[in-house]
């Protein structure tokens, strides 16, 4: 167990015995979760522990059905209070505030979000039950997306590159829900004692089934659809998110993840099978069941975690004392910004891929990519197209992580065309909301990596502008990697905007129309500055350049692959580069000897 070195004896084993305690009550309470637990590395152990003991603990306290809503609602929120005053302290005289308050110590983890998460079960007391699937999905989130990026946290530190903001991956938010619908099918006639239907009336009313019919157990055929709905329904989720998770996790989480799905699968197996029991008792998995998903399970993630964690890992130091990360401190520009400095060096791929040896002479100076495909991704794998916009950003961090090692100085990505407003107006907001995501929490601007926005304003959401300002602003003396971003982007709209400049320029005398050359229509394009595009790159077996960079890339070596962009990786562009150096530039010359 982690302990801090200024404790004493006493504090220590008082600090043991509330991880114990929390250890038994999820062994007790929820043996399924705490066998996943035991997949994770060993020293990460104990705060799962206190995370889901904190968090079981508060649903537990709203879920006594013993006690009116109003009274329950107090004592959470007298926990609740208890709990921050403990976690200003350091410490508490209750072993589930006391575990929960060392682990946010000592991990850093992030209290703010985990007081949130706290805040959204809270919220529970004052319903009554929800009435769209929206609506649960939105308790679904709220509640339980924050702990497990606690535990990708808690990976980081341990030094495994994980992605830590879950909620952007492709797929992440459907697990979440699969694992809530699963957790609540199991947890029915514990809220049915509590006097509580949590499914969503939209479902209900689908399956003419009214909350007194589960309220007074009866299991009618229309009961049995219902159930056997949800359970398809809890089963879809799981298994294509799982298909979408994979691909952008290492394979220690991606064990835990597999076997999440495995065993939650069970669960649903045995809800399915057990009939009207699943009104009066919670259904257990048979333990051969689980015994033939987790041994093998557990064998596999001792060695992964032997072999991916850096050496020390496993045992790392003591974090700094930081109980939260202020991600809204230092407001540099028109909004909050989150910039390392110093920039972080680039996160190395998690199968340890090492970039070529290219002298630097022979990279392109500048490469475009038209990251195409995210759509089809999406598709193909079961998901809506913004997921594959989601895996997209996460294929565009890892591209930056590779051009960073290589020392590419110039990166520009086609991240949304004038032509794109075509699509759907959620597609539209999606995406943006990703961007925007991207460019003030994800890992991009973490590194060496100066930003630059290309595009026009117009019609874009003022907040979509504010980010692509503010982190210009914010990244402006960076002078490793130049990232520049199309918003809103359109080649022709470009160059007629240079075009009407220069009449501009020629009506007030300023130019000589005899005198247009091709350097001076340059200086009137918005990007003057920008080289010329070397090697132009689309994904997904697109044949097409698609308005993007007219200017820039009249002369760019093209490259063209099949696998859809969120299937790409660092290794994909050193490809690319290494094509390049192969090919003869000749740019309407000789080629050179
Ligand atoms: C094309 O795929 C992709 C886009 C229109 C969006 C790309 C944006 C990202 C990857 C996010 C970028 C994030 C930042 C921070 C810049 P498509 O939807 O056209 O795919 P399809 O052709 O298969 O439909």
Known sequence: MRRTTTRSGRERAALDAAYQECRRLVRTTRP???????????????????????????????????EAPGERGRRLREWRAALEADLASGTSDDPIRLA???????WGLDLADLLGALDAVQRDDDREGVATWQEWRERAHAQNVSWPEQLMRMLVRCGLPVPVRLRDLPGFTRFVEGLFLTDMLRDLPEDLDGGHVWLPTEVL??????????????WTPAVQQLIAHLVGEARAWLESSRRALR?????????VLDTTVDLFGAELDAILRAGPAVLHRQIRVPGHTRLRILGPARARAAVVWRL????GGEAATAPARTPAVDRTAAPEFSMATRISEPPLPPRPHRDGARPPEIAPAQLPEHVAIVMDGNGRWATRNGLPRDEGHRAGAVALRDVVQGALEIGLA??????FSTENWKRSPDEVSKLFAIMRAELLDGELLDHDVRL???GSPDGLPDDVVDVLRSQEHATRNRTGLTLNVCVNYGGRAELARAGASLARAALSGEVDPARVSEQLFAAHLPHHALPDVDLLWRTSGELRVSNFLPWHAHYAELHFTDQPWPEVDRQDLWQALETYTHRKRRKGGRVAE
């Open 32 to 66: 399924t979760e705490h066998a996943l637990m035991a997949l994770m590395p060993p020293s990460a152990q104990p705060v799962c522990w206190a995370l889901y003991a904190a968090f079981g603990h508060a649903d537990d306290l709203l879920d006594r059905s013993e």
């Open 100 to 106: 929960l308050t060392d682990s946010v110590w000592h």
């Open 205 to 218: 009313d689908r399956f003419h089934v009214t909350p007194a019919d589960l309220l007074s157990r009866r």
């Open 247 to 255: 691909a952008t996790l290492p394979l220690g989480p991606a064990i």
């Open 308 to 311: 991916t964690l850096p050496p």
């Open 410 to 415: 110039h990166l520009t990505v086609y991240a």
């Open 452 to 454: 630059r926005w290309i």
